[in-house]
DNA sequence: CCCGGAAGCG
DNA sequence: CGCTTCCGGG
């Protein structure tokens, strides 16, 4: 005997015979697999730094790095042996923390991390700019490997709420419907104002049951496993990476840097 | 430790 | 493009 509500809830979504609980937990961070072709495969691009942060910080890899303080924020423990990790996955025997972090500062201007200052060995990804996955079942959609599971201390924003949804141990109550689809931003965008600065995820109209499949489909021009197509025309993950991470140089000439609020609420501020 | 410019590589 | 390497400066 069951609440009602609480089981069975998201079948046609993938999801079966999960508790509300159960299911906020179960979010999941999928990369494409190209993330994990060796590098000297047809079509496959090398691992990127964050990727392998993400990794290693899912799998709780002890010591070296994990999560601490803050959501998103994580502390380096011991920055010569995460150097030599990241070293070996790279194939660069000569890799140390000072070079390592030289690329984590790259990741400033893209606006995939942050410095918390003050704390040493300490920064803070910026999960607005990341992609996730709200993939409830287990089996990993086709083409993806799934690198993280589990209780995830990511800040996971509904676009127009700005309150998270999920984090670490404090898990706030959720609403019964499908929370959080990926959102990659069509490249024509019709309110660019609007949209800079929100969160790269899209919050389901509250419909229960909903398909989200068809919600990403329609809603997002992704395909089922919840990447986008790899249309003809200039919609790989080429051009993805490049709408959210790429051309923001940002120079501050003009001091127009104020971003749209929901943005600044968890890069900028304390 | 942390920061970013500069150059170079695949 | 995403680092890697190197480095002067704080």
Not at 126 to 151: D, E, M, R, T, W
């Amino acid at each position: 005997m069951t609440r009602d509500g609480e089981r069975r809830v998201m079948e046609r979504g993938g999801v079966v015979g999960l508790t509300r609980c159960e299911r906020m937990i179960r979010l999941t961070v999928l990369f494409p697999d190209w993330a994990y072709k060796p590098a000297w495969s047809p079509g496959s691009r090398q691992v990127q730094l964050w990727h392998f942060l993400l990794e290693l910080l899912g799998r709780g890899e002890g010591g070296a790095i994990g999560w601490g303080g803050e959501w998103g924020e994580f502390v380096i423990r011991d920055p010569e042996r995460l150097a030599r990790l990241w070293g070996e996955r790279k194939g660069k025997p000569h890799m140390n923390y000072d070079k390592l972090s030289r690329a984590l500062r790259y990741y400033y201007n893209k606006r995939i991390l942050h410095k918390t200052k003050g704390k040493r060995f300490t920064y803070k990804f910026n999960f607005s700019k990341l992609i996730l996955v709200n993939y409830p079942g287990h089996p990993a959609a086709p083409g993806h490997q799934l690198v993280q599971s589990g209780p995830l201390p990511f800040p996971l924003l509904p676009a127009e709420s700005g309150l998270p949804l999920c984090g670490g141990a404090a898990v706030q109550p959720v609403p019964s419907y499908p929370l959080l689809l990926p959102c990659c931003l069509p490249k024509p965008v019709p309110t660019p104002r609007a949209l800079h600065g929100h969160f790269p995820f899209i919050s389901t109209p509250g419909r229960p049951g909903a398909n989200l499949r068809e919600l990403r489909e329609s809603a997002l021009h992704v395909s089922a496993n919840g990447w986008p197509h790899k249309s003809p025309v200039g919609w790989d993950l080429n051009h993805i990476s490049r709408s959210l991470f790429g051309g923001v140089k940002q120079t501050e000439s003009q001091g127009e840097e104020r971003r749209a609020g929901s943005d600044a609420q968890m890069g900028e501020r304390e």
